[in-house]
């Protein structure tokens, strides 16, 4: 690729090894620099790798506009994403160079995983998956009687690990008719025993993310796997239903088929018990630097699935006031097939 300039985080820190709240990344050739303010700039010094730092005023758009105009340059990418409006208008103004949108042109560029990205990612997924055991063994000894609101306080805890590890996302934790909001909002409703319970949580292990997602019948020992009784017949049905679709899901994965075929697998098997309309989001989604990356798991992504890509696997139901499943595992595409992290 040639000129681009960078202003996400996750972007910049994949070409650098390196990111802040308060950057821009310019790539001009065979030369990258890596500007900041005063706050940033020793420790940018020491942990960004091949480009030049560049200490600037608080007026970062300023000073790559000057930056921009000594490089000499005619055409520069950038993701139109990345920018306000009043940000792009003071970078590019009378500047007399093509900025040439792309949009999410380094998500494109992430989307095939290096080895060693997938062997980070791998760690992340395993302690996630820790961590998941971790609260499980927290609710079985203080969750009962805890809010919805005490609990993700108390996973938030638990999946930081003491400051070691950061969190993907903010974790979902709800209970029966919560659990039917894909993205739940913890409330005070407490635990009992015999509950459904759905959780939603991922650690970030040197920046990569893991995800995952839980739903269990919360009984005394209960651990969050996929082997799970529930107390009503409805729940055991659709909680059974959701994991043949994740199963067809996960089976249908392999280098050369599309994107959204493996979204019509899982789609295929909760379309045949008539839960169509109670499963309204994507399959998944890629996994990376951000939670949310490519390719898009959806009905709609033409994307040829590749050796090397990471997504999520997530169908789900959603019963409005009574409760909802999802079952989510990441997974990589692999030479004939995949492999769950």
Do not use: W
Request: charged share 30%; with cysteine; proline share 2%.
């Amino acid at each position: 690729m040639h000129n681009f300039i960078l202003k996400d985080e996750n972007a910049v820190f994949y070409e650098c090894g390196y990111s802040c709240d308060n950057e821009i990344y310019i790539k001009s050739k065979d030369d990258a620099f890596f500007l900041t303010d005063a706050r940033y700039f020793i420790e940018a010094k020491q942990n960004v790798k091949n480009a030049i730092v560049v200490q600037t005023s608080r007026n970062i758009i300023k000073e790559s506009r000057l930056l921009l105009r000594s490089l000499g340059i005619k055409d520069i990418d950038f993701n139109p994403a990345d920018f306000s409006v009043l940000e792009y208008q003071s970078l590019s103004k009378n500047l007399g160079i093509n900025f040439i949108a792309k949009n999410e042109f380094s998500k494109l560029k992430r989307m095939i995983k290096m080895e060693q990205e997938i062997e980070t990612l791998l760690m992340a997924a395993k302690l996630g998956a820790d961590k998941f055991d971790e609260f499980s063994e927290f609710i079985n000894k203080f969750g009962l009687g805890m809010s919805e609101k005490e609990l993700n306080f108390h996973a938030q805890n638990i999946f930081k690990d003491s400051g070691n590890l950061g969190l993907s996302f903010e974790p979902i934790v709800a209970i029966n008719a919560n659990a039917a909001k894909a993205h739940a909002m913890p409330t005070d409703t407490k635990l009992a025993e015999g509950d459904l319970l759905l959780v939603d949580a991922g650690v970030k292990f040197k920046r990569y993310c893991s995800d995952r997602t839980r739903t269990v019948c919360v009984q005394n020992g209960f651990k969050f796997d996929k082997n799970q009784k529930f107390r009503s017949n409805k729940q055991n049905d659709i909680f059974s239903i959701v994991k043949e679709a994740q199963n067809e899901a996960i089976k249908a994965i392999k280098p050369g088929i599309l994107a959204c075929e493996i979204d019509k697998a899982a789609r295929r098997v909760i379309a045949k018990f008539g839960y169509e309309k109670e499963f309204f989001h994507s399959t998944g989604h890629g996994v990376g630097l951000d939670i949310h990356e490519l390719p898009s798991i959806n009905k709609t992504d033409k994307t040829v699935l590749k050796e090397g890509m990471v997504f999520s696997v997530e169908p789900g139901i959603y019963i409005e006031n009574e409760f909802g499943v999802r079952i989510e595992d990441v997974v990589v595409v692999t030479e004939n097939g995949c492999e769950i992290l």
